[in-house]
Structures are given as structure tokens and as C-alpha cells.
């Protein structure tokens, strides 16, 4: 790696000998040159191990920003994740279910049984007529915009890698240990139960708590009727954990997906499986791409006022392998920057999701070990999830 000292004083002392004692001049040259080394290592990046985290730290917006025309190397995907040509070209319609239905004795049944189908072979639903209102989902992701559009000052009091952090601001997927970086940066923090949270939640924008707040104590509401829907469609007890699901973990991910030189290279994401039982998204622009059981991908459609919904790796083993974790990716583009709001659902932090006894039997044999969220968390504080699956550590017979 060249240092700033180097790569300074190599150029400084032959201009030097060139001007033989011009000394204003020299000054002159060497303010600019010492600014030109800066640009210099802000693309050529210095050894993290050597550099301060603020020093070692350039977000995606940042790089953006600069008018980049192509990505440096580092956000270069392996030829075999790269986004284009993997879609599939199949009318495949992905399922929608309207939960106000839900409402209607005779309509019920049917929408117990979409809900269990789109589980079972993708793990994925969009819902609409789910009580949220419009307003408050534009206020959600206004705030979301406002918040990656501060100047970097503003933000980088919320930076760190530590995953178990309760509110952080980063970018990539784990920016210390990626191999390859992502076209992402991201704000996360807990949010269930809400107070005790918020007054670590970010005070700029000024409206973001108000807001934020408004939206999450509405997915939260919104994650226990859903939750009780799909546990009916596994013929469980609809108030099955009923009360460890209202007192359980929230952690809002919202994500900032810049535009990108060169899309076709890079993700925002990589292929993976969430930890939670659930996750519920929100996004304003298309982006959000699922993998159906045949490793086809599929683009999900931006419909107004609807909300995504994933089945993650702890329903997985909560169902005992009736419903698996769909594995997700987030492309990118090169014209809008795309905001996505993530929450995801599972049981409080110290408590473990284990598979329902009502669902292990001679046909259906135990096939998961416990997890939970902890688990998680120390789970990719050590290993890369692009490599490693964290539902593989948790099968018996993975």
C-alpha cells in the first residue's frame, strides 16, 4: 500500500529540484499536491488495519456523488452473482393477498389457503388492504431520504461495525470483513418495544423519530396479524407465541441503494435468507429480486401502498421445514437511488425459536436445532454469510 507521507514527499521532492529554491512556488505545489494524494487514496483505499474507521470509511452515497463513471474494483460482483442475464422471463405472477378478506367468514379459508401455498413455494407475499396508511409509509421513506441525504458529518456519530450495536449507521453488508463490497449503505436499529429505543434513534432529520415511529409501531401491529394468519395456515393455534411475538425483537433496516455507474456489476445486496421469522419491506422504487425453488429470480413489482412480506430462516425452523426462507437479493441501477425499509420480526433477543411440537412427527422428523436472534448476531460477527448460510448452522442434517 503507498502511504500519504510517501506518495506526498516523493512528488514534492522532485518538483522541488526543479524550481531549485523557488520557495513560493514549492509551497504552492505542495498544498496542491498533498490535496491531490488525498484524492489519490480515497480510490486506492488504505489498509483498514492502519487507517482510523472514519479515515477508512467512504459510503456508497459518497462515491455517487463523486460522478464516478465506472465502480472501483472492490464492488465488482464474482461473475457468477452478476445480476444481468439471471432473471427469469417467465409471467410468473407472484401472489398478492388483499388481508382485508380476512374480515369475511366465507372468504377467510381462501385467504389462509394463498397465504400457506405462497409460503410453501416461495416464501414470499405481497399484502395489500393491510391498514397502513399511505401517508405514513411516504413519511417513512421521506424520512429514510432526508436522513442518506445529510452531509456525511451529520451521520457518521451513528458509524459502526458492531453488529451488536442497538443502532447503527454503516455501508456494504458487513463493511470490516466483505471481500466484496455492496452499493449500500444502511441505518439499522432496534424498535420493539419502541420506548426503549427511540431516544437512541438518529435526532437529524428532525422529524425522522415522529415519523420512523409512526411506521414501525404500525409494522409491528401489522407483522402479530400476519403472524397469526400463517401460523393458522400451519394448522397451529393462531395465538401460538402469541404473546413472545408481541413482546419480540424489531430491528428496522432501512437501506439506501445509490445510482450505480455500472449495475451490471455490482448488487446492493447478495443472494441471502433472513434471520427472522418475519420480514416486512417497504420500497419506492423496484429493485428487490426473490429466487423461486426452481433458482429462478424474479423481480417484485412496486404496487402502491403494498408491503412485501419474507418468510425468514427462524420460521423455517419454527414450521420444521414446511416453509423455508426465501433467498433474496437487492440489484441496483444506474438512473434513482432506491430506499428500502426492512423490519424484521422474530422473539426477544436472549430467547430461542425452536420447531413447534405439533409439527415434528414420524413424516416430519425433528430437523432444526433452536435459534435466536443473539445467535444470530454472533453468527455474522464471525463468518461470511455470502459463504456460509446461517440456516445450514442450525439444520441437524444440513
Not at 437479493?329 to 432506491?338: C, D, G, I, L, P
Request: proline content about 6%.
Amino acid at each position: 500500500m503507498v502511504s500519504s507521507n510517501s506518495y506526498t514527499y516523493s512528488l514534492y521532492n522532485k518538483i522541488s529540484k526543479l524550481l531549485k529554491g523557488k520557495y513560493n512556488y514549492i509551497f504552492i505545489f505542495s498544498c496542491y499536491i498533498n490535496s491531490e494524494s488525498k484524492s489519490y487514496l480515497k480510490h486506492n483505499k488504505m489498509d483498514k488495519s492502519s487507517a482510523t474507521p472514519n479515515d477508512s470509511f467512504t459510503s456508497a452515497m459518497t462515491l455517487t456523488e463523486e460522478g464516478l463513471t465506472c465502480i472501483p474494483k472492490r464492488y465488482i460482483v464474482p461473475s457468477s452473482l452478476h445480476p444481468n442475464g439471471t432473471l427469469s422471463n417467465s409471467n410468473t405472477c407472484l401472489p398478492i393477498v388483499d388481508l382485508s378478506l380476512l374480515q369475511h367468514p366465507l372468504l377467510r379459508p381462501q385467504i389462509i389457503q394463498q397465504v400457506h401455498l405462497a409460503c410453501k413455494e416461495l416464501g414470499f407475499f405481497q399484502v395489500v388492504n393491510h391498514g397502513i396508511p399511505l401517508s405514513v409509509m411516504k413519511d417513512a421513506l421521506d424520512n429514510a431520504i432526508e436522513f442518506f441525504d445529510l452531509p456525511s458529518e451529520e451521520k457518521m456519530h451513528l458509524l459502526s461495525s458492531n453488529v451488536h450495536d442497538p443502532v447503527r449507521y454503516s455501508t456494504s453488508l458487513n463493511d470490516d470483513k466483505d471481500k466484496v463490497s455492496f452499493w449500500r449503505d444502511f441505518l439499522k436499529h432496534y424498535a420493539n418495544p419502541i420506548s426503549n429505543w427511540i431516544d437512541l434513534w438518529p435526532s437529524n432529520p428532525t422529524f425522522y423519530k415522529e415519523k420512523m415511529g409512526n411506521y414501525t409501531k404500525a409494522v409491528q401491529k401489522l407483522q402479530e396479524e400476519i403472524m397469526e394468519v400463517i401460523f393458522e395456515s400451519l394448522e397451529l393455534n393462531p395465538n401460538y407465541l402469541h404473546e413472545d411475538i408481541a413482546k419480540g425483537s424489531q430491528v428496522i433496516a432501512v437501506n439506501c441503494y445509490p445510482a450505480c455507474p455500472e449495475p451490471d456489476l455490482a448488487l446492493g445486496l447478495p443472494p441471502h435468507t433472513d434471520y427472522s421469522l418475519l420480514s416486512i419491506i417497504l420500497q419506492n422504487h423496484q429493485g428487490l429480486q426473490i429466487m423461486d425453488r426452481d433458482e429462478k429470480w424474479h423481480s417484485v413489482p412496486v404496487i402502491e401502498g403494498s408491503l412485501i412480506v419474507l418468510v425468514g430462516d427462524h420460521m423455517e425452523v419454527l414450521s420444521n421445514g414446511r416453509y423455508k426462507g426465501v433467498v433474496h437479493r437487492a440489484t441496483v441501477n444506474s438512473e434513482k437511488k432506491r430506499i428500502s425499509i426492512a423490519s424484521l420480526h422474530s422473539l426477544a433477543l436472549g430467547k430461542k425459536v425452536r420447531p413447534a411440537p405439533e409439527l415434528v412427527d414420524e413424516q416430519h422428523i425433528l430437523s432444526y436445532n433452536e435459534g435466536g436472534f443473539s445467535d444470530f448476531l454472533d453468527f455474522i460477527s464471525g463468518e461470511d454469510i455470502v459463504q456460509v448460510k446461517y440456516i445450514d448452522k442450525l439444520k441437524i442434517n444440513p
